[in-house]
Structures are given as C-alpha cells and as structure tokens.
C-alpha cells in the first residue's frame, strides 16, 4: 500500500477538510490539520467543541463523513456527500491502511482503560499480551514503565486503590506498552490536582524530548495548551478558528494592562487624569492602564503615582493569555463559546 509521498520524514498527521455529522448536528466543519514529527500539538477547545470527535476520527475508531471534496472547509451544509477522507496518520492513510495507523498510535481517553481487579503490574502486562509481545519482553517494559512512571512501588497493588493522579499515569504507561509513535491524549489532565497535572506535564514533554514521539492532546484548559504545545489550535463550533504557537496566539489579541485599584473614587479620578489613558470603572475602584507587561511599564506606573501622591491600595499586572485570545477570537469567554 502506498505511504505519503513527501520527504523521507513525513509529517506526523495531516488532515485535510475534516467532517464529521451526527444526524442533523454537525460536529466538524472542514478541518486542517499539519502536525509535525516530534512535537506537541494541542486542541482547545470548550465542552462539546469537537475534540474527542476529532480524536475518535484520527486515531479509526470512527469514520469522518468526507474529506477533500471541491467545496471542503468552505460549507456549513451538512448533507454533503461523504467522500474518501484525505487523511495521513504515520506516513499511513488514515482507511485505505487503518491497520498500519492502529500499529503506529497509542490514544489515552477520557475515560481510563485500567481494569480495578488488576494490580498495575498486571494491567502493563495485558497491554502487552493484546500487542502480543511475548512473555519476557512484555515483562521488562511492564517494569520499566512502572519505573519510568514512578509507580514501581505500586506495582502489585490493585488499582482499585490509586488516586486519579496514580491512575492516569498508569493509563498513560499502558499506552506506551505497544512503543507507539503518535499518542493522542484526550484531556489529560482534566480533574487531576495541580501537582499530578504538573507531573503528567513533566512526562509528556520527555516522551517528546527522549523519544521523539508527536503528541496530538485536546485540553480545556489553556494554561496547558500555552505550558506544553509547539502549536496550538482553537476548535470553536467545528471549525478551527486560530493556530498557530502560544506567541502568535497572543500576538493576535490586544496587549496586556496594569490595573490599578483605590480606595475612594477621588483618587481614582485623579488618577484617570494623571494618566490620561485607561478604563476607568468606578464600582470596582480600578484603573485599567495599557501596558506590555513589561518592568519599565510597571515603573512608570509605579513613579506617577509616587511623585502625583496617589494613594493606590493594589495593583496587578495582567499578560495577554488564551482566554483572551478565546475572547478576542469568538467575543466570548472560553467557557460560553
Ligand atoms: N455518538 C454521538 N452521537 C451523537 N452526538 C454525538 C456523539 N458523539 C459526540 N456527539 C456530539 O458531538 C459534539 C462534540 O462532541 P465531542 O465529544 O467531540 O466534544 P469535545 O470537544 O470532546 O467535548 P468535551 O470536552 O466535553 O469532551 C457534542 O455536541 C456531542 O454531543
């Protein structure tokens, strides 16, 4: 069967106009996708966006309506004929060599594979017997993956018994049994607690500088999305709205601000004129001033108030985020897009 013919390296995934409909509900609207070999690419998108759906489609647990058809990317229509989707997963076809995908990906869900009766030792090696490893060589990456992840300790403990952190390592760790090259990680850390987050960043971000694996991760959040993704796309009713890095994400939206708060409304009107710049709101004693964020910024701020005598009770200086970027692109907060 033929693989993609670019270079010798080709892209991790690409994906062209990307469809997907449930009855009358269209889900993907004529998505693109370029992932690279050996990076992380992130997915953001609020509940419902789209994707697990794209997830689902790329890694052949479920069929995409169409691919490159004339007008792909360009209808909202959503009785389009479906047609053979045009997309490459591991150098592979994503339908016409949907074994040879299934072989190259691992994909962490939502919801986790680990089997509670088994102790985590014991899930590795069911992992191990599914990719038909045999017995030895299934045993030795069990362990070092138990090792790797941490859970050594834990290893013959039922897993009945671990927290979600514990869990979603071992989910992870039962992925990379078959050594995968692409794994997708549906929300990977969605209720984990701050420090399991950081520690599940920690492991993905090596599993990318020490294997080289690409990672396609779809995440909520956008501190995760800004922490750990080379790109980042931004999925708002089906459609890609945004991608590009983090930075070229920020550069898109208006700068940051230093908002400044005071006691009493006197102050906060000396201060608007002083400043001669800004949002002033008077229900909550602020001053919002454009800034860059940057120290000399702050230090201007700071010296105008000191020589004019302001007395301002706090300040904080805000850097342009993704959820401004949600904002700026949809004119909605991230969590009603
Ligand atoms: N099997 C299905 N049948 C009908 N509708 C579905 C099915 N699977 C998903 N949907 C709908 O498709 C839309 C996108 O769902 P999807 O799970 O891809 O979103 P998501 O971005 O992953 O959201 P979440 O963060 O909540 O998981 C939702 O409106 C969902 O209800």
Redesign the pocket.
């Known amino acids: 069967m033929p693989t993609q013919k670019t270079s010798a390296r080709p892209p991790a995934i690409t994906a062209t106009g990307l469809r997907?409909s449930?009855?009358d509900?269209l889900?993907l609207d004529g998505i693109d996708l370029n992932i690279e070999e050996g990076t992380i690419f992130a997915l953001l998108?609020?509940?419902?966006?789209?994707?697990?759906?794209?997830?689902?489609i790329l890694s052949t647990l479920?069929n995409a309506d169409a691919g490159t058809d004339a007008d792909a990317g360009t209808s909202t229509n959503t009785d389009v004929t479906a047609a053979e989707p045009e997309v490459w997963v591991a150098g592979h076809h994503l339908t016409r060599e949907a074994d040879a995908v299934r072989s190259a990906i691992g994909v962490t869900g939502?919801f986790s594979a680990v089997d509670n009766l088994l102790t985590a030792e014991e899930n590795l090696l069911l992992m191990a017997d599914l990719h038909h490893l045999d017995r030895r060589e299934g045993k030795r990456r069990a362990k070092d993956l138990l090792r790797r992840f941490d859970l050594s300790e834990v290893a013959d403990s039922p897993t009945v018994t671990f927290s979600g952190g514990m869990r979603r390592k071992l989910d992870l760790a039962m992925t990379l049994v078959s050594g995968p090259r692409i794994i997708f990680l549906?929300?990977p850390t969605?209720g984990l607690d701050p420090r399991s987050r950081r520690t599940m960043w920690e492991i993905i971000r090596e599993l990318v500088t020490d294997e080289g694996v690409t990672i396609f991760l779809?995440t909520?959040y956008l501190e995760e999305a800004d922490r750990l993704a080379d790109r980042i796309a931004v999925?708002d009713h089906?459609r890609l709205i945004a991608e590009g890095t983090a930075d070229e994400l920020k550069q898109r939206i208006p700068g940051g601000h230093i908002r400044v708060r005071f006691t009493d409304v006197q102050s906060l009107d000396t201060a608007a004129s002083v400043f001669g710049i800004g949002t002033r709101d008077e229900d909550s004693l602020t001053l919002q001033i454009p800034s860059n964020g940057s120290l000399p910024s702050l230090r201007a701020v700071l010296d105008a108030l000191e020589t004019t005598a302001i007395q301002a009770e706090s300040l904080t200086v805000h850097t342009p985020d993704l959820d401004d970027v949600f904002l700026t692109l949809t004119g909605q907060p991230k969590e009603n897009a």
Request: glycine share 20%.
């Open positions: 997907k449930y009855g509900k889900v998108g609020p509940n419902g966006a789209g994707k697990t759906t794209t997830v689902e479920i939502q549906d929300e969605t779809t909520q999925l089906g």
